[in-house]
């Protein structure tokens, strides 16, 4: 069963907390209407292309691998697995901007049920005039009040759409490691930090924060650059019967990233797949792989992946009509008229012609 949860809900779950900061949400809805109705050029172009978040680069490796597996067994005591994801989307092209929309999930299974709170879509006009504003605004409404220094320049136009839904996914997170208590987090992604969309102190706090509830965040990473002689981690075929961890060492990472996590390969169903797994590495050895076993449990893990992360995954992920809904809205409520550029691919090629998304 899977449920929908108002951000405020009964004490009966611990999470989400009636007395927890939205002040980020109420920012973000507050930046997206200003973004729309200062917007002066009346022409969009549609555009659906979705943006996906590509894996932190490392840049040096110096990885090992131990090939005797952790084998792990399900610890069926009584656990919160909880989960959170984010997306973003392009919807549209104007003369002076983008039109972006943003949205997360978090989820959370106790007593064999699925429950969910979703914020968003926001939907905002970045132009160049305005992506200051807007990025400093979103940073310092909510992560300012960590007393961490704002000394990032905002992102050029191409990479807002990321660097907000970014601020908005630490934003969840934060919100699961202060709400959850004994329970199991789940983040989709690395523990690398040191990056514009994850600075060491933010991460660090989140984490920390997180240790002090008696929770522990274990990431999981679709995709990996990890290679140890020249193979991808998760591509190594042993003959172990899942499901197993294989810790890796002598991660080095050139300054200023740093990993916040101990690195395994998570072999957790009969499928062939297998993902990288960050736990965070200031929780001991033996309390990391009990969290794994708490995961297997008390979640259903199917092709080797959680269903919680699973399920946030597809709830903030934006579906077609999604789309035509906020294309609707923004033409209705904000003025703009939509219009169709020339494919020029299309346009100077014909049936030879892929678009511009091949080139």
Known sequence: MIAQYPIATTPKYNFPQSNMDTLLPQQF??????????????????????????????????????????????????????????????????????????????????????????????????????????????????FNSTREPIHQNAPNLAQMPLRIASLLERWLQAMLTKTVSN??????????????????????????????????VLAFSKMTT????????????????????????????????????EVYVAKLGKSNWAFRLDVDREVPSEQRIEAVGKLLGNDLVSQGYPETLRLAHILCTFTANEVLAMQHFITRNCGLKMINRPDMHRLLFGPFGRGESYS
């Not at 429950?115 to 305005?130: A, K, L, Q, S």
């Not at 990890?226 to 990472?253: F, H, M, Q, S, W």
């Open 29 to 142: 809805t507050q930046l997206s209407l200003q973004s729309l109705s200062r917007s002066r050029q009346p022409f969009l172009q549609l555009n659906q292309q979705v943006f996906q978040q590509i894996g932190i680069e490392e840049h040096l490796q110096t990885l090992k691998l131990k090939l005797e597996p952790i084998f792990l067994h399900p610890i069926h005591k009584g656990t919160i697995v909880a989960a959170t994801d984010t997306s973003t989307m392009k919807i549209a092209e104007t003369n002076a901007g983008i039109v972006i929309a943003v949205r997360g999930a978090n989820i959370w299974k106790q007593n064999d049920s699925y429950r969910y709170t979703r914020i968003g879509p926001f939907i905002f006009h970045i132009t160049e005039e305005n992506r200051r504003e807007v990025y400093n605004s979103l940073e310092k409404s909510y």
């Open 226 to 261: 990890l290679r140890v002689n020249g193979c991808l981690i998760t591509d190594l075929a042993l003959d172990y019967r899942p499901p197993y961890l294989l810790e890796t060492v002598g991660l080095k990472l050139k300054a200023p990233m740093l990993p916040l996590g």
């Open 183 to 216: 329970g199991v987090i789940l983040f989709d992604g690395s523990l690398i930090s040191g990056t514009a969309d994850t600075p060491i102190r933010r991460m660090s706090e989140i984490l920390s924060r997180g240790r002090e509830r008696g929770n522990t």
